[in-house]
């Protein structure tokens, strides 16, 4: 089957989170890497308290094309991703990051992919010389972390940076209804015709990294705990060792008070294991508390996002 794609309708979503000095920048990018194309371009303005939004009005009277979206509050990257699906019409939807960091470069060689039939075409990070080691560091214990203690399989380096045929995008939009959204965790999830192209990401061009380390930690918390019970299994796993462990050491002592005329001894003993049992029982109860959480925010049904100001 050959398909037509002649005329077919590209649209860009880009969730800003105070990316005022990189939004122009970016949109001239864009353009120029994708002569000929008609382009539909989505900020998603996060609620920045820069000027962001001012940027995007003024661009969005020049280009009739330009498409605004801004949140009364700041929901998220994940939130601001879903609502740039959810407003986009083109026939296949490209997310990329605000701040460069994506390499508009890479487009053209996306929609490719696209024409040859792929239905999702994400990007894998490759050579992260431009990515601090702290980064690095965080982003290998993440992937290891939701790879082993999950269902689902994230390439190492993944990012939100992907090309999404349209009915994919209906799927998410229209189908996926779980309030805490994990985008990469649901791409893996998904199936699909799907193939992957490797980046060498940019600097961040202006600005600074809106991911702080306990955004990071959330997110990674989010992530395993929206594909897996694996830890709740855990939990199960931890309790019985410990048990075992601690009726063998139970015999041993009543062993040795009925045959030996010793007693075993010892406060500084007895206070570690009630220290480190009941630091175990609160970690369990965490655990067991953040599927309780999710499923009391998923029974609220609040919606993803509230829209203080667009053009739509
Ligand atoms: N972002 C957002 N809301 C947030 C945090 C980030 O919309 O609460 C956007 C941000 O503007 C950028 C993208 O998400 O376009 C990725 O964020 P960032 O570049 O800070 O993350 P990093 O590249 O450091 O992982
Ligand atoms: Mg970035």
């Known amino acids: 089957m050959t398909e037509n794609f002649t005329g077919s309708k590209i649209s860009i979503v880009i969730p800003c989170y105070n990316e005022e000095g990189n939004v122009e920048l970016l949109y001239k990018k864009i353009k120029e890497s994708l002569p000929g194309y008609a382009i539909e371009f989505i900020f998603v303005d996060d609620n920045s308290n820069d000027n962001t939004l001012n940027i995007l009005e003024v661009l969005s009277v020049k280009d009739q094309n330009v498409k605004f979206l801004s949140f009364s509050r700041n929901f998220g990257h994940q939130s601001a991703l879903r609502a740039g699906l959810e407003y986009s019409s ?55 972390l939701i790879n082993n203690l999950s269902d689902i399989e994230i390439k190492q380096g993944a990012a939100d940076f992907r090309l ?18 994990f985008f990469r965790g649901l791409i893996s999830w998904i199936g699909y015709k799907q193939t992957f192209i490797e980046y060498i990401p940019h ?52 062993g040795m008070a009925l045959f030996t005329d010793e007693t075993l001894q010892g406060w500084a003993s007895v206070l570690v294991s009630i220290l480190f049992i009941g630091g175990i029982n609160m970690i369990l109860i965490g655990i067991v508390g953040e599927y309780i959480g999710k499923l009391y925010i998923q029974s609220k049904k609040r919606p993803y996002f509230l829209i203080k100001k667009t053009n739509v």
Not at 164 to 181: A, C, P, Q, S
Not at 225 to 231: A, D, K, M, V, Y
Not at 234 to 250: D, P, Q
């Open 90 to 144: 083109g026939d296949c939807v490209i997310s990329m990051d605000g701040d460069l960091q994506h390499p508009p470069e890479l487009l053209q060689s996306m929609i490719e992919k696209w024409k040859e039939g792929y239905d999702i075409v994400y990007t894998v990070r490759k050579d992260i010389e431009n990515v601090s080691g702290f980064k690095k560091f965080t982003a290998s214990v993440f992937y290891n």
């Open 203 to 254: 600097k961040r061009h202006s600005g600074t990294t809106k991911y702080s380390l306990s955004k990071m930690i959330n997110f990674a918390i989010e992530g395993i705990t929206s594909f897996s019970i694996r830890p709740l299994k855990l939990a199960i796993l931890m309790g019985v060792t410990i048990s075992f462990l601690s009726a063998i050491y139970g015999l041993y002592a009543v």
């Open 164 to 181: 999404l045929d349209k009915k994919i995008v209906r799927v998410l939009v229209d189908d996926i209804t779980e309030y805490h959204l």
